[in-house]
């Protein structure tokens, strides 16, 4: 059984900085594309970034130049790198798979930017 364990969050003034860490076990990680998704309150989870298991990124428009996602293939982890953070970047922040076979969703880790 596949277990995701996000960690990292905290709450940040806008403009600074954050480092999620995404580690998962139980499952042969390296060969799949990995996401972070994020959900706010009242809204639906949407889709972040996500990276391939050669390393290829893609990103939300609204992310695009502020975060980057990376992996270690070794160690099981995703990282997202959060910069010039914004209120409305807001949420709950989960790792997961992309496309089909999803995981059980984890706990997710909070990121609140507030001054």
């Known amino acids: 059984q596949v277990q995701l364990v996000e960690s990292g969050g905290d709450l940040v003034q806008p403009g600074g900085s954050l480092r999620l860490s995404c580690a998962a076990s139980g499952s042969i990680f390296s060969v799949f594309t990995m996401g972070w998704y994020r959900q706010a309150p009242g809204n639906q989870r949407e889709l972040v970034a996500r990276i391939s298991s050669g390393g290829l990124a893609n990103y939300a428009d609204s992310v695009k130049g502020r975060f980057t996602i990376s992996r270690d293939n070794v160690k099981k982890i995703v990282y997202l790198q959060m910069n010039s953070l914004k209120p409305e970047d807001t949420a709950v922040y989960y790792c997961?798979?992309?496309?089909?076979?999803?995981?059980?969703w984890g706990q997710g880790t909070q990121v609140t930017v507030s001054s």
């Open positions: 997961n798979r992309f496309g089909s076979g999803v995981y059980p």
